[in-house]
């Protein structure tokens, strides 16, 4: 069974960059498009971005668009998050997931399974 855990998380001033990593074991990769997803506190889990299986299709929240990229790695069995230009609002508990399910919306969490355990972000000066 797949097992997912993130890796990257911390404490990063407003401006400031992180990469979070997201490690797989017990499958590979590669059978799944992987998404990201946060949940800020009081606020229900959004889509931040996902990546197709072979990483040729990428979605992104319009909140992290063009500053965020998601990429993955096969071969490692491992597939990342760039943040940079990270704001307040950026801060949450940042999830990886396998989506099983595929009817367009990549950004619902009850597309997904093999959650990890999350990371957390805290943007702040």
């Known amino acids: 069974q797949l097992q997912l855990v993130e890796s990257g998380g911390g404490l990063v001033q407003p401006g400031g960059s992180l990469r979070l990593s997201c490690a797989a074991s017990?499958?590979?990769?590669?059978?799944?498009?992987i998404g990201w997803l946060r949940q800020a506190p009081g606020k229900e889990r959004e889509g931040v971005s996902c990546?197709?299986?072979?990483?040729?299709?990428?979605y992104y929240s319009d909140s992290v668009k063009g500053r965020f990229t998601i990429s993955r790695d096969n071969a490692k069995n491992t597939m990342y998050l760039q943040m940079n230009s990270l704001k307040p609002e950026d801060t949450g508990v940042y999830y990886c997931?396998?989506?099983?399910?595929?009817?367009?919306?990549?950004?619902?969490?009850?597309?997904?399974?093999?959650w990890g355990q999350g990371t957390q972000v805290t943007v702040s000066s």
């Open positions: 997931a396998a989506r099983i399910i595929y009817d367009g919306r990549w950004y619902d969490e009850n597309q997904y399974a093999y």
């Open positions: 017990g499958s590979s990769l590669d059978y799944y498009d």
């Open positions: 990546i197709s299986r072979l990483g040729a299709i990428t």
